[in-house]
């Protein structure tokens, strides 16, 4: 399986400002996820990561507000722009199994907290 | 559209003790089923999936889930429960169809408590 990592794994932000985050997997992935965790709830995908060109966005979500880059197989960024406090939430990047396998994977989250 | 439906938000079961958590989905086509669970302050973790055969399939763990079709069902269960499996745990479903959104849908979830 993917092994993912996130950076940060955490942080408290001011409103209005803005966040990245990583993405980094130890394998070449076709197909990257980003996906929203609000308190309580379940996961929403956000976007699909597509390499080399412009992220697709779900109902909702506006490129302008989540920013995506993905510059290789292995890495990606989410910003989440102009914060306030309805941002709070998990943000996961995810990975499907390029093997076959038809598996999805998760990485750890990163846990933003907007005052 | 396709969606899941996890009917209980909190299952409470006694250790040692048999354990079910309830999906049920509905997707166009022939779905892709899984299970994740998801540990406090932790990503989620693939448990298991159907993607065709036999309908009961074994995951990680000692869970099992079993598709049962004419019921559009894929519940997940263990036969003996432990107070280490207290989780959050989510259903989802794909559609397998060529064309079609390849993203997961989540069900909201369901928190299993193990009691000692």
């Known amino acids: 399986s993917a092994v993912i990592s996130q950076k940060p794994s955490r942080d408290i932000c001011q409103r209005g400002t803005s966040l990245t985050i990583q993405c980094q997997v130890d394998?070449?992935?076709?197909?990257m996820f980003w996906y929203r965790q609000q308190p309580g709830q379940s996961l929403t995908l956000i976007a699909t990561?597509?390499?080399?060109?412009?992220?697709?966005?779900e109902s909702g979500f506006v490129i302008d507000k989540f920013p995506i880059s993905r510059p290789n197989l292995t890495f990606s960024t989410l910003t989440v722009s102009n914060m306030s406090p309805e941002d709070s939430s998990i943000y996961l990047c995810?990975?499907?199994?390029?093997?076959?396998?038809?598996?999805?994977?998760f990485g750890p989250g990163t846990r933003l907290t907007v005052l | 559209a396709q969606s899941v439906a996890q009917p209980e938000d909190q299952v409470n079961v006694a250790e040692g003790n048999p354990l079910t958590v309830k999906c049920t989905y509905s997707?166009?086509?022939?779905?892709?089923l899984f299970w994740y669970v998801q540990y406090p302050n932790r990503g989620l973790q693939f448990l298991l999936k159907?993607?065709?055969?036999?309908?009961l399939v074994k995951g990680s763990y000692g869970f099992e889930a079993e598709f049962n079709k004419s019921q559009t069902s894929f519940h997940l269960k263990k036969p003996s429960a432990l107070v280490s499996d207290s989780a959050l745990y989510f259903c989802?479903?794909?559609?397998?169809?060529?064309?079609?959104?390849?993203?997961?849908?989540f069900g909201s979830g369901t928190q299993l408590t193990v009691l000692p």
């Open positions: 995810s990975v499907k199994d390029s093997g076959g396998r038809d598996e999805q994977f």
């Open positions: 159907y993607i065709t055969g036999d309908n």
């Open positions: 989802a479903v794909r559609a397998s169809r060529v064309g079609s959104a390849r993203q997961l849908t």
């Open positions: 990561a597509n390499q080399g060109s412009e992220a697709t966005y």
């Open positions: 394998s070449q992935v076709t197909m």
């Open positions: 997707v166009s086509g022939n779905p892709y």
